[in-house]
């Protein structure tokens, strides 16, 4: 083992890409605190279950098998290469090269995973820029949110995770052609760069000048990718694992209650109802009670995360029967636009990317409005499309709520601004004063069974 001047500068740089992704968490994980709290620490076993299947299972992709068998190539070369960057961490930081090797078999298996897993990835990749830019699969280009920032992202990542496959097996091939003119032996075994080793030639200063690039290109690659990564819809790859564990255990159609409501309403019916202590903020100043959401502050942190968990695959717009019938209403939509309100009102924690509407040219919907989420970023209209069927929950892949954010909404309009459409906003007048949605007294109520009721004659 012998440190030098290389071993130095590799623990400069990984320290700078690592300091980097941890002070970008930190800045993502202040904007989250931003919603509201909510308790989602019951049933732990259900929640482990949940993420063993849902997360690390991806159990809910292979209702499309196609893009399931290509995703779990890359999902499963995530997983296990990264293995390998332990080792080249350790290796740039002590002088040694393939210290694991002392594992033995175990190694060799590993690295023959490896490099079938690389070469996978690289044809999944391949066919997914396929399927981007070519064959064009209308749930991942069409959308006004699919502006030119979230295509030219998923491009971006497909060619780097290409690249960096190519990088590995390129100091694969240099370091087993070395081995090969010394006559020696390369811990492990290398079933794909074992075909392409003279590839790169004979000439030893040169092969060992490409093994040094690829493995500094690949090492480099991988704190670049990983600081890209909150800047990125394929932040999913970390976000989703908390975002599937946290989703919601119950029934899907089942919605949530205001407490500030239910408080009200217990009162009323319950005499002896003791109403909990007003919510006041740590100055101890009473916290103004809003119903609904007009803004992200208003929206629960677990919406908030899943803001940041969307891969932006478009399955839940794919199955709107709203979005189908040409309303506004994309679910995907309105994930995105929270993701880029929050920010734009916390921090924002992207090294690389624009905000979707600030940096890419495109105005809000409504800039005569106050800067909020409703209005400012979703509509009304786009709201109201949506007929509350849970298709977007049950179809995507990371457990991503968008249904409970639109309702939030939606409850801001009805019961802060009364701008309900104007056939509901007469539903609710009739039950308010008839007890029903129909606009009858209560007392005539059964009219209809007298007239129905004809007298025997006898």
């Not at 070519?134 to 920032?149: I, Q």
């Not at 932040?235 to 946290?246: G, Q, S």
């Not at 679910?331 to 090294?351: F, L, Q, S």
């Not at 249904?403 to 539903?427: C, G, H, K, Q, W």
Request: hydrophobic content about 45%; charged content about 20%.
């Amino acid at each position: 083992m012998v440190i030098g001047l290389e071993n130095i500068i590799f623990l400069i740089v990984a320290a700078i890409g690592i300091g980097l992704f941890v002070w970008q968490i930190s800045k993502i994980r202040k904007n989250v605190l931003m919603g509201r709290n909510v308790e989602l620490a019951d049933n732990t076993s259900e929640r482990i279950n949940k993420t063993l299947l849902v997360a690390f299972g991806q159990q809910k992709m292979f209702k499309r098998p196609l893009p399931a068998v290509l995703h779990l190539f890359v999902y499963v070369g995530f997983l296990v290469i990264n293995i390998e960057v332990i080792e080249i961490l350790i290796d740039g930081i002590f002088g040694t090269h393939r210290i694991l090797g002392f594992a033995g078999i175990l190694y060799s298996g590993l690295m023959f995973i490896n490099e079938i897993l690389a070469a996978l990835v690289i044809v999944a990749c391949a066919m997914f820029l396929w399927r981007r830019n070519v064959t064009k699969v209308p749930r991942l280009s069409k959308g006004v949110e699919m502006r030119a920032w979230p295509k030219m992202d998923a491009n971006i990542i497909l060619v780097v995770e290409i690249v960096l496959m190519l990088a590995l097996f390129a100091f694969n091939i240099s370091d087993l052609k070395l081995a090969q003119l010394r006559g020696t032996h390369v811990a492990g075994a290398y079933p794909i760069s074992s075909l392409f080793v003279n590839a790169l030639g004979s000439d030893p200063e040169s092969l060992h000048i490409i093994g040094r690039v690829g493995w500094w290109f690949h090492i480099i690659g991988i704190l670049a990718f990983m600081n890209y990564l909150p800047s990125s819809k394929h932040f999913h790859i970390i976000m989703a694992f908390p975002n599937v564990y946290f989703s919601k255990l119950l029934p899907k159609g089942k919605f949530t209650t205001n407490p500030a409501i239910t408080t009200e309403i217990k009162a009323m019916l319950d005499p002896s109802f003791q109403p909990p202590a007003p919510e006041v903020d740590a100055a101890g100043n009473p916290v103004m009670q809003r119903f609904g959401a007009k803004d992200v502050e208003d929206l629960t942190w677990k919406q908030l995360m899943d803001s940041y968990t969307c891969t932006e695959c478009g399955r839940c717009t794919d199955v709107c029967p709203a979005n189908m019938t040409g309303k506004l209403l994309s679910p995907r939509k309105i994930v995105m636009d929270t993701r880029d309100r929050m920010e734009e009102k916390g921090e924002h924690p992207a090294i690389f990317a624009p905000n979707h509407y600030k940096e890419m040219g495109v105005e809000r919907v409504d800039t005569t409005e106050e800067n909020t989420l409703l209005r400012g970023y979703i509509t009304p209209e786009e709201l109201w499309a949506c007929t509350s069927c849970n298709a977007c929950v049950e179809a995507c892949p990371v457990n991503i709520d968008q249904l409970s954010t639109i309702m939030d909404l939606r409850r801001f309009l009805v019961l802060e601004e009364s701008a309900a459409p104007a056939s509901l906003n007469a539903m609710f007048t009739n039950i308010e004063n008839n007890g029903a949605p129909w606009a009858f007294s209560p007392s005539d109520r059964f009219n209809w069974a007298d007239e129905l009721y004809v007298p025997s004659k006898n």
